[in-house]
């Protein structure tokens, strides 16, 4: 492989996208380390403060995330997914909503970010083409990946990089990438990684509606829920209106409360379960929207269900 033409071409690819690239971590850092590939970003490791909450818009780059402490919740297109310790999230990012939250020992999320470019796995790949690389039109969901040893391993090496960044050449930047998309395909998830990696390159969007649908319950505020959508929130309210012939507020508050009541007769929950999984960010404020719908509290509406 022609090394010199793999560098120029993923430095093309850089400068194309570095108007839109916005570091997952940003604002809520406590400590960070970055592995840079000619001043670009590759490999980042963080500490962040929980809980917090950051809109994020990667447009055509795929992000491997790790977790290394505390836990980490994307909400996107196809849906809200949740990874704790020793858990990673393969998907492809666009506009998404990042959540950070601390765990029993800590308020901190440690978390490590390996970027994924399309441009460069094809020239990594340029004279061994394989399957996944060759382009699906099939919508795929973000992957949750569950460390095995060898990952483990992968991500202890990069690591000592992060304290050494200074050994990091081009050339062994190059190969962690590689190993990584290696290790993916030989883990346990092997399936859904290369389904992942092969939808990587294809354009398919979501409707307006499965967006929608796969969010009601992941308690977005409209703004957030219109960023997720890649609209303004005015044009997110006239295509909610068009398609749902009501107001986004109202048609989402009583699909979460139809949701609630039905998971009220049908399990034994804890009501404060209940309210988070049908997306209300607080029991006081779910019990008090229940009762406006259905006159009674949520624990009086179980007992006489």
Do not use: W
Not at 64 to 74: K, L, S
């Amino acid at each position: 492989m022609d090394n010199k033409k793999v560098l120029d071409s993923f430095l093309d690819f850089f400068r194309k996208y570095l108007t839109v690239i916005s570091f997952t971590f940003v604002h809520i850092m406590t400590e960070t380390g970055l592995i840079q590939f000619r001043g670009m970003p590759l490999f980042q490791r963080a500490k962040m403060l929980a809980p917090g909450t950051k809109l994020n818009n990667l447009q055509d780059i795929a992000c491997f995330f790790y977790i290394v402490q505390g836990n980490y919740e994307a909400v996107e297109s196809n849906g809200k997914f949740r990874i704790t310790a020793k858990e990673a999230l393969l998907k492809k990012c666009g506009n998404y909503i990042a959540r950070f939250f601390g765990s029993e020992q800590s308020n901190e999320c440690e978390a490590v970010a390996v970027y994924l470019y399309p441009d460069l796995l094809q020239e990594l790949y340029k004279n061994e083409l394989p399957e996944f690389l060759k382009q699906s039109d099939k919508i795929i969901p973000p992957s949750k990946i569950v460390a095995d040893d060898m990952i483990e391993k992968y991500m202890s090496n990069l690591f000592d990089y992060f304290d050494n960044p200074e050994i990091v050449d081009e050339e062994l930047a190059l190969h962690k990438v590689k190993e990584l998309v290696m290790l993916l395909l030989r883990s346990e998830q092997y399936e859904s990684v290369q389904q992942f990696l092969s939808e990587l390159f294809s354009p398919g969007v979501l409707s307006f509606q499965s967006v929608i649908e796969n969010n009601l319950y992941s308690g977005l505020s409209l703004e957030e829920l219109a960023f997720v959508c890649n609209k303004s929130l005015s044009s997110f309210k006239r295509e909610f209106n068009r398609v749902y012939k009501k107001s986004p507020a109202k048609y989402i508050k009583n699909r979460k409360l139809e949701k609630a009541a039905q998971l009220l007769n049908s399990t034994v929950e804890a009501i404060s379960n209940i309210a988070y999984d049908c997306g209300f960010q607080d029991v006081t404020t779910f019990s008090a929207t229940f009762h406006e719908k259905y006159g009674v509290a949520p624990s009086k509406y179980r007992a006489t269900a």
